[in-house]
């Protein structure tokens, strides 16, 4: 009886109370099934061809790490393609060209860098840091370079944080330290949260209870 109720609740309630305009599916859109990519997608990001990489947490399995690249116009046909290392607990930024450079990583590949080329849908591996980065952050300046702001030099160990800064030329594929890695009293630990301003500043935003700003020709930073 309760059920029969309910249904007939539910009737009256759709016929005088239709879905309004703004919640009609082609406004506010739809969810499809799940697919089952059978990697746990750690990092992401949005390829400039619309799809989707994937890297996963650790390896796949004997030691190998497997990436996937997921087409949401054919989510049956995701490509699964092989890394040469662990970049996982890595940093990660676009190049210029959209490749999707990778830095640092897990355990023994804490100073491994390389990069995804959407094109070809390969990994490339490229020069290695100056320091081993375990959660670095990355992030591109506007001349085409990607700057790595500290990390720590032995995975999950907080009293070995390593507050450099270095920068990669992807012209010429190397790494070089830049200095002015000292926050006063402070470290510049994992994965910071690190924005480009508009003047080519660095503001960083956490997760320390103060924010600072870096000066990239000055090499400092500054009390926000």
């Known amino acids: 009886m309760a059920s029969l ?17 703004f919640a009609q599916p082609s406004v ?24 989707v990489l994937y890297l996963p947490h650790r390896d796949t399995g004997g030691g190998v790490t497997t990436s996937v690249v997921f087409d949401p116009d054919n989510p049956a046909g995701a490509n699964y393609v092989a890394v040469p290392q662990n970049y996982f607990c890595g940093g990660h930024s676009f190049l210029s060209d959209g490749r999707l450079l990778f830095v640092g990583g897990e355990t023994v590949d804490l100073d491994k860098v390389g990069y995804f080329a959407f ?3 390969t990994w490339t591996e490229v020069t290695d840091l100056n320091r081993p980065r375990w959660y670095p952050s990355a992030i591109q300046f506007g001349d085409g370079s990607v700057w790595a702001f500290g990390g ?12 450099t800064i ?21 470290h510049v630990e994992a994965y910071n949260r690190i924005h480009l301003m508009p003047d080519g500043k660095v503001f960083q935003s956490g997760h320390l209870p103060d924010s600072y700003m870096y000066d990239p020709v000055a090499k400092t930073w500054t009390f926000v």
């Open 152 to 163: 720590q030099s032995e995975a999950a160990d907080p009293d070995q944080n390593d507050d």
């Open 119 to 121: 094109g070809t849908e």
């Open 5 to 21: 109720f309910r249904s007939l609740i539910t009737l009256l309630v759709v016929s005088f109370f239709p879905t309004p305009a």
């Open 166 to 186: 270095e920068r990669y030329d992807p012209v010429a594929d190397t790494w070089t330290m830049v200095g002015g890695e000292d926050i006063p009293g402070r």
């Open 28 to 51: 506010v859109g739809t969810w499809d099934s799940p697919v089952q990519l059978n990697v746990d997608g750690v990092h992401a990001a949005v390829l400039p061809s619309g799809k």
